[in-house]
């Protein structure tokens, strides 16, 4: 079984956001740039599976400029078989993605498609489930278990929800988005580092794809969050609770 893992090349998590003077987005010049964390969750959980014997080649792929091949080396290095990169603009919403990755889907027959639950540029948390859509295949989404049965070609997983633990079996081929707790992503050891230099990307274009897309959506404004007042120190109980009732309102 092949197993496409879909990656984004996010602002570093460590990294201090600013917002562009205009508004138009966050800045992303002369910013370090790194793999997306749920991205990194699901590369894992793919090769943790091939290494269990449960599939035979892991496939990483990756939609948007050039310098998205460098965040696909990254994914290489961890132990992807191999990569495809799609060039497209950098400004692409979900439902273009998601009909990227279709078109994907229907050239490379993987029997299972793993994505980050979401990406943390945007948090929008929509390509798992609009690429299941499409293809009308199974979804698990927010996966913090997966376990698969090759002889009778099902995924279990489970996921968190408000009430405890959800357990849901997917007839494959499925899509599965990742959580948090699923797995501890590896690093790129350097031998590694070095080999990924060699494994090839594909390079497609939207042409190539057959796929036309279109903006969907409008970014009208970015802004910072409001920053948050200092706290101040109160001498009684009393005092707090007067505070809460006729300042905050909240009792």
């Not at 269990?52 to 990483?60: C, F, K, N």
């Not at 969907?216 to 109980?237: A, M, N, Q």
Request: proline share 5%; aromatic share 4%.
């Amino acid at each position: 079984m092949k197993i496409m893992v879909a990656i984004k090349r996010v602002v570093d998590y460590a990294v201090k956001i600013r917002v562009k003077p205009d508004k138009s987005g966050v800045e992303t010049k002369n910013v370090k740039m790194s793999m997306n964390p749920f991205c990194e969750i699901a590369l894992e959980e793919a090769l943790r599976i091939k290494e269990s014997g449960l599939a035979s080649e892991v496939v990483a792929v990756s939609v948007g400029p050039t310098q998205f091949s460098e965040t696909l080396r990254t994914g290489l290095a961890m132990g992807a078989d191999r990569a495809i990169h799609v060039e497209a603009p950098e400004k692409i919403y979900p439902l273009a993605i998601a009909k990227i990755l279709k078109a994907l889907v229907d050239v490379e027959k993987p029997g299972l498609l793993l994505l980050g639950k979401q990406a943390i540029d945007n948090d929008q948390n929509q390509t798992g489930q609009m690429v299941a859509g499409l293809l009308k295949w199974p979804q698990g989404t927010f996966a913090s278990k997966v376990v698969l049965d090759k002889e009778k070609q099902v995924a279990t997983i489970d996921r968190e929800v408000d009430g405890g633990i959800e357990t849901l079996c997917l007839d494959l081929p499925a899509v599965i988005t990742t959580d948090l707790r699923l797995n501890q992503p590896r690093y790129a050891t350097l031998p590694n580092i070095m080999k990924a230099k060699s494994k090839p990307i594909k390079k497609f274009t939207l042409q190539d794809l057959n796929v036309e897309i279109k903006s969907d959506l409008e970014v009208v404004e970015v802004t910072e969050p409001p920053k948050r007042k200092s706290g101040v120190i109160l001498s009684s109980v009393d005092e707090l609770i007067d505070k809460l009732k006729n300042e905050a309102r909240v009792i």
